[in-house]
């Protein structure tokens, strides 16, 4: 008669508290589903069989776990030994909060997975979920926070793009940043200039060293001089008892960013040279000067030198500002970029807001690049974000997007760039522009003919048969 395990033999044990726990969880949980290495199913219990629309546990054994539960997650496990320990699943309309554990033989050797359906309303969790997104909450709070007080936040890896003109000025931008030299970058309004002028900063040696942002034109011009050099003090009347630093000051050993530097005035541009030649400033209503360490980038959004030819601005000093200049292309050069452009936009603006899924469809991304964004990025955020407002599910299509541009927006067709002076045959120019206007609509359409042919005010027949004289069916367009 063979002797009975002994209660104390800690295999024993081990093997009974597995067997006691499975029981365990079988018995309270709503549905337990069983797989094999390979993603078969090998196991469900009666309790399951009802949310899976079976009538028998045979109707699931051996078939393929996605093939009973579409878009399950068991297969990972199976395959990767981790377990989901905490997840919500849909299925049939409803939500069920399950978790995935993998399965080992006695040798640790990884076998299949199981699956448990905890719960299958969540009325009883709703105290967890609060709580988790509250905790959501706060740590997006935390994070902007977190930037606030580390001023220059930005990095050339934020600075999305990859047509000539964005990796032309990302090219420029990472040769400044290997040197102190002033940087001037230039373009329209909202292209991203001070963002660039933080990823400059951040990849320097001064990145650990402030990073301070002037705008020139939002201080009056009384107040100029003592906000970029500082104030003895009881300078004047009304002045700080205790002096006041300036921005060239604060930003000492780091980086002091200049925006819209056309609109300073003639006379502290006098100054601002002194200080670029000098590295020496010299406090209102003091004789002291004081050395400062500051590399300057400025920034405009116009042409510095009708404004030197108006007498605006003063020669040497565009020339002492223009070591390297940076152009900023304008959103309407860089279509391309939309896809990854509204990414970055929509992961920024979900981290300082409440909308965690936000996705944007090709359908909302060809409504955009029908626009000619006048206020460029800047603008494009704008419109992002006013759309996940007024969105329910924090999707965009086309239809949130339409809702918001303005009306009339159309494509707009440019023919193929050209080297100056290049003559072409009437007939080699007139074919170039068809082929060039016919990618234009398909980008812009998303590859949806009827689309692209509604856009050139064409028929489909005449779209295909464009098409197909530009050998562009096959490669351009889903037929």
């Known amino acids: 008669m063979s002797a009975s395990p002994s209660i104390s033999d800690p295999a024993y044990l081990r093997a009974r508290a597995m067997e006691t726990l499975f029981e365990r969880l079988e018995k309270l949980c709503e549905g337990a589903i069983a797989i094999d290495r390979g993603g078969r199913v090998v196991y469900v219990n009666e309790k399951y069989l009802a949310a899976l629309g079976l009538n028998h546990t045979t109707e699931a054994i051996g078939r393929s776990i996605e093939e009973v539960i579409p878009n399950s997650l068991m297969r990972k496990v199976a395959e990767t030994g981790e377990p989901i320990l905490l997840d919500i699943m849909e299925l049939g309309g409803e939500q069920l909060v399950v978790t995935r554990m993998p399965i080992e033989d006695e040798n640790g050797t990884l076998i299949g997975a199981i699956g448990f359906v905890l719960y299958d309303h969540l009325e009883s969790l709703k105290p967890l979920l609060a709580r988790v997104a509250q905790l959501e909450s706060d740590l997006r709070l935390a994070r902007r926070q977190l930037s606030n007080a580390r001023a220059a936040r930005f990095t050339f890896a934020d600075f999305v793009g990859t047509t000539p003109g964005i990796a032309r000025a990302k090219e420029l931008a990472s040769r400044a940043a290997r040197q102190s030299v002033t940087v001037l970058l230039t373009g329209e309004t909202g292209t991203g200039k001070e963002m660039l002028a933080q990823a400059i900063h951040n990849a320097s040696s001064r990145a650990e060293k402030p990073f301070v942002s002037v705008n020139v ?20 009347t009304g002045a700080d008892r205790r ?3 300036g921005k060239f000051r604060i930003a000492d050993g780091g980086t002091l960013f200049l925006d819209e530097i056309g609109e300073m005035p003639l006379q502290l541009q006098a100054k601002l040279l002194r200080v670029l030649q000098e590295r020496e400033i010299e406090p209102l209503g003091s004789d002291k000067i004081t050395r400062v360490d500051v590399r300057v980038i400025a ?22 500002l223009n070591v390297l200049s940076v152009d900023l292309p304008p959103l309407r050069h860089c279509r391309d970029d939309l896809p990854d452009i509204c990414a970055r936009l929509l992961d920024d603006i979900s981290a300082s807001g409440d909308y965690v899924k936000a996705k944007i469809t090709p359908s909302a991304l060809a409504a955009l690049a029908r626009y000619d964004w006048p206020g460029n990025v800047r603008e494009l955020r704008n419109i992002l974000e006013r759309a996940l407002i007024l969105s329910d599910s924090g999707r965009l299509t086309g239809e949130d997007v339409a809702r918001i541009l303005p009306v009339g927006t159309e494509v707009r067709l440019a023919p193929p760039e050209r080297p100056a002076g290049t003559v072409v045959p009437y007939a080699e120019a007139e074919a170039e522009f068809e082929k060039h206007m016919l ?10 003919i009827t689309e692209a042919a509604r856009m050139l005010r064409i028929s489909r027949a005449t779209f295909y048969k464009k098409l197909a004289k530009f050998g562009l069916a096959s490669g351009s367009a889903p037929v």
Not at 299 to 320: E, I
Not at 439 to 448: D, P
């Open 439 to 448: 990618e234009q609509a398909l980008a812009a359409s998303n590859g949806q």
């Open 217 to 236: 034109a939002a201080i009056p011009e009384t107040l100029i001089e003592s906000e970029f050099f500082g104030t003895a003090p009881g300078a004047y």
């Open 243 to 245: 002096g006041r630093e």
């Open 299 to 320: 920034a405009t959004n116009v042409d510095l030198r009708k404004r030197v030819s108006d007498g605006a601005f003063r020669a040497d000093l565009y020339y002492r």
